[in-house]
């Protein structure tokens, strides 16, 4: 290919058009050379033993420990990111590269040591590593480690089926039920609804989170809306509903703690297991 083509990412929903030298919305992959480089290969940001109950995953491994992994870069630009320290950076804030074997090896020493139970792709969009979590998936699983995903569910269905085999559980966002209110994000609501229908279809474990934020998806019709619909995928899929504080650029006030016991009790007309976080 002529070093002046442009390319078209067939990563996530934003389908970038990369010409010669450019870098996509997400600030993690190239156009070099007439090919699509994953510059955020291998780069950790931060690498921490977790509960697993953090992720949030609280119906798979209770009361375990996973070791957590995050990267840079995000395919979303939500104003009130939680960790836009590293997913609105480039690879400044990598604090080094692990290959595959190293992490294969440091997820063993986290199950002798602190009861791991695997590795969560976790903090930034985990998806925007593709590439890196194709290669070590697999060396984990057959190493006997989980492979769990914490994501924002932007991924296009051809690499999210290609990956759903090596991967045992996930917590997919589903940030607001609504296209406007993903477009104010920077994503896209029917890629959202379809990982999450195709990660249950595959049998991974799944279990999803809302951020409750005021007046943008804190409407109780919309609330049932999204309840319904999920149930409809598995009335016994855990739902979090998390509490919002302001955080990076929305100075919104924080989400009141009634209003999500409210929500909660609209979501479980419709589902076995309904949460509340940060509250
Ligand atoms: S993964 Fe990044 S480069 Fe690829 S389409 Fe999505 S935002 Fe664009």
Same mark, same amino acid.
């Given at each position: 290919?002529?070093?002046? $083509?442009?390319?078209?990412?067939?990563?996530?929903? /934003?389908?970038?058009?990369?010409?010669?030298?450019?870098? %996509? @919305?997400?600030?993690?992959?190239?156009?070099?050379?007439?090919?699509?480089?994953?510059?955020?290969?291998?780069?950790?940001?931060?690498?921490?033993?977790?509960?697993?109950?953090?992720?949030?995953?609280?119906? @798979?491994?209770?009361?375990?420990?996973?070791?957590?992994?995050?990267?840079?870069?995000?395919? +979303?630009?939500?104003? @009130?990111?939680?960790?836009?320290?590293?997913?609105? /950076?480039?690879?400044?804030?990598?604090?080094?590269? #692990? $290959?595959?074997?190293?992490?294969?090896?440091?997820?063993?020493? =986290?199950?002798?040591?602190?009861?791991?139970?695997?590795?969560?792709?976790?903090?930034?969009?985990?998806?925007?590593?593709?590439?890196?979590?194709?290669?070590? =998936?697999?060396?984990?699983?057959?190493?006997?480690?989980?492979?769990?995903?914490?994501?924002? %569910?932007?991924?296009?269905?051809?690499? &999210?089926?290609?990956?759903?085999?090596?991967?045992?559980?996930?917590?997919?966002?589903?940030?607001?039920?609504?296209?406007?209110?993903?477009?104010? +994000?920077?994503?896209?609501? =029917?890629?959202?609804?379809?990982?999450?229908?195709?990660? #249950?279809? =595959?049998? #991974?474990?799944?279990?999803?989170?809302?951020?409750?934020?005021?007046?943008?998806?804190?409407?109780?019709?919309?609330?049932?809306?999204?309840?319904?619909?999920?149930?409809?995928?598995?009335?016994?899929?855990?739902? /979090? &509903?998390?509490?919002?504080?302001?955080?990076?650029?929305?100075?919104? %006030?924080?989400?009141?703690?009634?209003? &999500? /016991?409210?929500?909660?009790?609209?979501?479980?007309?419709?589902?076995?297991?309904?949460?509340?976080?940060? #509250?």
């Amino acid at each position: 290919m002529s070093e002046n $083509s442009s390319l078209i990412c067939g990563l996530c929903p /934003h389908k970038c058009v990369l010409s010669s030298g450019k870098t %996509g @919305f997400c600030g993690t992959r190239k156009n070099v050379d007439g090919a699509i480089v994953s510059l955020s290969y291998g780069q950790v940001t931060a690498l921490a033993v977790d509960p697993i109950e953090k992720k949030p995953l609280y119906h @798979f491994y209770a009361g375990s420990t996973i070791l957590s992994l995050g990267g840079f870069g995000c395919n +979303m630009k939500c104003p @009130f990111c939680q960790n836009h320290d590293i997913s609105q /950076h480039g690879i400044e804030v990598s604090q080094g590269y #692990v $290959s595959p074997e190293k992490l294969v090896d440091i997820a063993h020493k =986290a199950t002798r040591e602190a009861r791991s139970i695997g590795v969560a792709f976790t903090y930034n969009e985990p998806f925007l590593s593709y590439e890196y979590i194709m290669d070590v =998936a697999p060396l984990l699983k057959s190493a006997g480690q989980k492979v769990v995903l914490v994501t924002n %569910g932007q991924v296009l269905q051809e690499p &999210l089926e290609s990956l759903l085999p090596y991967v045992d559980a996930m917590n997919i966002d589903l940030k607001v039920f609504s296209e406007d209110g993903y477009k104010w +994000m920077g994503g896209d609501f =029917a890629t959202a609804k379809a990982t999450i229908r195709s990660a #249950v279809d =595959a049998g #991974v474990h799944v279990e999803v989170t809302t951020l409750v934020i005021p007046e943008i998806n804190d409407d109780p019709s919309m609330m049932r809306e999204e309840a319904q619909w999920l149930s409809e995928l598995g009335k016994d899929i855990p739902l /979090h &509903l998390s509490r919002y504080f302001p955080r990076y650029k929305l100075k919104t %006030g924080a989400t009141p703690v009634e209003t &999500l /016991h409210l929500l909660q009790d609209i979501c479980r007309e419709y589902l076995d297991y309904v949460y509340l976080g940060n #509250v």
